[in-house]
């Protein structure tokens, strides 16, 4: 197996377990969809949907909604949350870097917090416009790297293996510079704003923990650190300090860039 395709093999088994998580992830969704402009009777595909809950709020204003993502377990998760809410959402397990539409199918192609774990951001930004209708909107959420989840994962980083070759790391889709960039040309009216999600929680420790047992590149770190005991307890312990941080009122507080730009 390439590299490449092992990483994505990888990422699929990690992210199973992540379906805690989107109570979580549902409160920030709408405010993705409301930034793009979504509107009853727009066709919408969610990129990297998760559990679906981007495709489902864009169902419930009357959108003719899609998702697809790369782990079986999220999209099973998502079709039952639309049988569950009787939202006509059409789900599919796909790849970012190769998604099974035709070109210029969508008025609307969004993505929170996914797309930018696929391990070659030309490759995705190319799919997603690929199947954008032009004059369509493009509009995704992503960590900033100097604010809370870009600093978790730049830390995370100094622990873990390096990535394999070709790969890149999610943290730079959140700044607006690089993210111009890799848009270039092929869209205009590129805008950025900034969005805050407050997440419950009890204590940073509770936050750890729950990233430990249900966040893929966590939860395989952790394990990767199990022989190293003295390793792990630094990671725990730097982990806390910088959970405290953003830590307020029984909530973590996770600022997020949504970006928004029209096909040319």
């Given at each position: 197996?390439d ?13 199973a377990?992540?379906i805690?998580f989107e ?12 930034r793009a402009?979504?509107t009853h009777?727009?066709?919408v ?10 495709a ?8 003719k909604a899609t998702?697809?993502d790369?782990t079986?377990e999220?999209?099973?998760r998502a ?5 569950l809410?009787k939202r ?8 970012a ?9 969508f ?13 070659r951001?030309?490759?995705a930004?190319?799919e997603?416009?690929?199947v954008?209708k032009?004059g ?9 790297p100097?604010?809370?989840?870009g600093r978790m ?6 622990y873990a293996?390096?990535p394999?070759?070709?790969?890149s790391?999610?943290?730079p889709?959140g700044?607006?510079?690089?993210v111009r960039?890799?848009?270039?040309t ?13 997440a419950?929680t009890l204590s ?10 249900n966040?893929?590149p966590m939860?395989?770190?952790?394990a ?8 792990l307890a ?8 910088l959970i405290?941080?953003?830590f ?7 600022d997020?860039?949504?970006?928004r730009?029209?096909k040319?």
């Amino acid at each position: 197996m390439d590299p490449i395709a092992q990483f994505k093999e990888s990422a699929k088994q990690g992210w199973a377990s992540f379906i805690p998580f989107e109570m979580i992830t549902a409160m920030a969704a709408p405010r993705l969809l409301k930034r793009a402009g979504v509107t009853h009777g727009a066709k919408v595909l969610d990129v990297g949907c998760g559990t679906g809950v981007v495709a489902l709020t864009a169902a419930r204003i009357g959108a003719k909604a899609t998702g697809v993502d790369l782990t079986p377990e999220l999209v099973e998760r998502a079709k039952y949350n639309a049988t569950l809410t009787k939202r006509n959402v059409d789900f599919h397990v796909g790849d970012a870097e190769e998604l099974p539409f035709g070109d210029a199918t969508f008025d609307f192609v969004l993505s929170q917090f996914g797309h930018m774990f696929a391990p070659r951001p030309e490759v995705a930004v190319r799919e997603m416009l690929r199947v954008l209708k032009p004059g369509g909107i493009i509009a995704f959420s992503t960590w900033p790297p100097e604010l809370f989840t870009g600093r978790m994962f730049a830390l995370t980083g100094r622990y873990a293996p390096p990535p394999p070759a070709g790969v890149s790391p999610p943290t730079p889709w959140g700044d607006p510079s690089v993210v111009r960039e890799r848009l270039g040309t092929a869209v205009k009216d590129l805008t950025f704003d900034r969005e805050t999600l407050r997440a419950p929680t009890l204590s940073p420790q509770h936050t750890r923990e729950g990233m430990e047992a249900n966040v893929g590149p966590m939860k395989k770190l952790v394990a990767a650190l199990a022989s190293d005991p003295d390793k792990l307890a630094a990671l725990r312990r730097e982990l806390d300090a910088l959970i405290e941080e953003y830590f307020e009122d029984n909530t973590l507080r996770q600022d997020f860039l949504v970006t928004r730009a029209v096909k040319a």
